[in-house]
């Protein structure tokens, strides 16, 4: 390790940042986050910086760098664009042993300004010894994804309780467990959904009995429509920390395999008209599995509440007295219409968009027709392949023209989508001679005209540039 990382201590510390521009400013702004007493020497400003100085956020000295300016300073900042001058501040500094950086030269400094992740008072920090400032920028970008916002407060809520906690775990052993439970389980899930009083309630709880923190839930996921790249933070976080995950048909391999590797994983089934789990046996299932102290993960295609079923699932839950939470997903219109450049609304074309299920029930499709013919209206039909014929034949005699544009798209944001569009007498026809297959999703109105000069993602052929 050729760098020693340290996090310093800078409140109400002066510090000196010789230069003016944009690049100084950035370094202000961090100076000033950790509330240090900047200075800044610069024969002139930048706007962001004259902005600082007139409303008295850093003190402004307006000449070029001399060496007396490093008299008292705890930290020097070189930051013009003029690389003799960076030298001279760097060779000063270092003589009066004041940690010095240079911006862009950090082998002139002593010190360099690393990547940061601000999960205030948590700190994450990236340095690559100056070897590519790019790599710890991708780096850092990536631990901003795995890493939530709101893990700043689930440490105040660390800090908040050690002494008590330590007071009534004398055993470090003991200590440690609990701390493990809160930080991975249930209290830390209340604060991340933002129940901070049920979170600060519960490590309460967690105090008086150590099982507490290791309680069953249950996680009510919605992953998407296909493509893992649409799953949310919270639902990959979830996903990777469940004991057991119920799945379905619609949820892509894919995204499985973002589950955590030795959870054990439940098929329950579910292609039209298969019900390989009878819906109240998933119910009973989720009681049970969350009864037994397991975090169970219901992974849903989509969005949990969008022809999902997850409102039953969490109704029988709450009769149960089992915490659950829901995380909504990338309903399939969504998914469908941004991958296959059909925008469901428009301002020239369509106004409203509603969703429908398209389901049949003993041959015929039960929906209120009327409401769904209106003008500059998008149709969205969801289980609409095998009913399609209909679904097209009714919405005619209810009133939209037969050339009405029509799309259907088929494993719409996976690496398999296929768009078909036509209008409402000749779509059925052209899905049936390219042999489409569930789950496809229709989408009626004129907004799918759109589709020939919006559609960018073409799998196989990558996106379009
Ligand atoms: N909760 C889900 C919908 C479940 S109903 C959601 O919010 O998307 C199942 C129907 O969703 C399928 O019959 C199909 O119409 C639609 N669907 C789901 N994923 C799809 C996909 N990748 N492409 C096209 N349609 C999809």
């Not at 768009?419 to 999703?441: C, E, K, Y």
Request: aromatic share 6%; glycine share 8%.
């Amino acid at each position: 390790m050729d760098l020693f990382p340290v996090f310093l201590n800078l409140r109400q510390r002066p510090c000196l940042v010789v230069g003016g521009g944009e690049v100084a400013a950035r370094k202000v702004t961090l100076l000033r986050r950790s509330q240090a007493q900047v200075t800044v020497v610069a024969p002139q400003l930048c706007p962001r910086l004259r902005d600082a100085a007139r409303g008295g956020d850093i003190r402004y000295q307006e000449k070029l760098f001399e060496a007396a300016d490093l008299v008292g300073q705890t930290l020097v900042i070189a930051a013009t664009d003029d690389s003799e001058v960076n030298r001279s501040v760097a060779k000063l500094a270092k003589r009066s042993n004041i940690p010095v950086n240079v911006v862009d030269q950090p082998q002139l400094g002593s010190f360099t300004v690393p990547s940061i992740v601000d999960r205030s008072p948590v700190l994450v920090a990236v340095a690559t010894g100056g070897a590519s400032p790019i790599l710890a920028r991708l780096l850092r970008a990536r631990l901003e994804s795995t890493i939530p916002a709101v893990y700043g407060r689930l440490a105040e809520l660390v800090e908040r309780f050690r002494r008590e906690v330590q007071a009534r775990f004398t055993d470090p052993r003991a200590r440690r467990r609990f701390w493990e439970a809160v930080l991975q389980g249930h209290v830390a899930e209340l604060l991340f959904a933002g129940r901070d009083a049920a979170a600060e309630a519960a490590l309460r709880s967690a105090m008086e009995d150590v099982e507490a923190g290791s309680r069953g839930e249950v996680y009510l996921v919605g992953a998407g429509p296909g493509d893992p790249d649409l799953l949310t933070f919270r639902a990959l976080r979830l996903m990777q920390q469940a004991d057991v995950v119920l799945y379905d048909r619609l949820v892509a391999p894919a995204i499985l395999d973002l589950t955590r590797r030795d959870a054990e994983r439940l098929y329950v089934g579910k292609a039209r008209a298969d019900h390989t789990v009878p819906q109240t046996k998933i119910n009973e299932l989720l009681v049970e599995l969350a009864q037994q102290g397991k975090r169970v993960l219901r992974l849903k295609g989509g969005d949990p509440f969008i022809f999902g079923r997850g409102g039953e699932e969490i109704d029988r839950l709450a009769d149960a007295g089992i915490p659950f939470q829901v995380v909504p997903g990338i309903t399939a219109a969504a998914g469908c219409g941004a991958y296959a450049g059909i925008p469901l609304t428009h301002r020239d074309y369509a106004q409203s968009c509603v969703f429908v299920t398209g389901h049949l029930k003993d041959g015929s499709v039960d929906l209120n027709w009327d409401a769904l013919v209106q003008p500059q209206q998008t149709v969205v039909i969801y289980m609409g392949l095998s009913g399609l014929e209909e679904l097209c034949r009714q919405l005619v005699a209810h009133g939209f023209p037969a050339t009405t544009p029509a799309a259907l798209v088929e494993q719409g944001t996976t690496a398999k989508q296929r768009v078909f569009t036509g209008d409402l007498a000749s779509l059925p026809r052209l899905v049936r001679s390219a042999g489409a297959r569930a789950p496809t999703l229709v989408i009626v109105g004129d907004v799918v005209k759109l589709h020939d000069k919006l559609a960018w993602y073409r799998p196989g052929a990558g996106a379009r540039q």
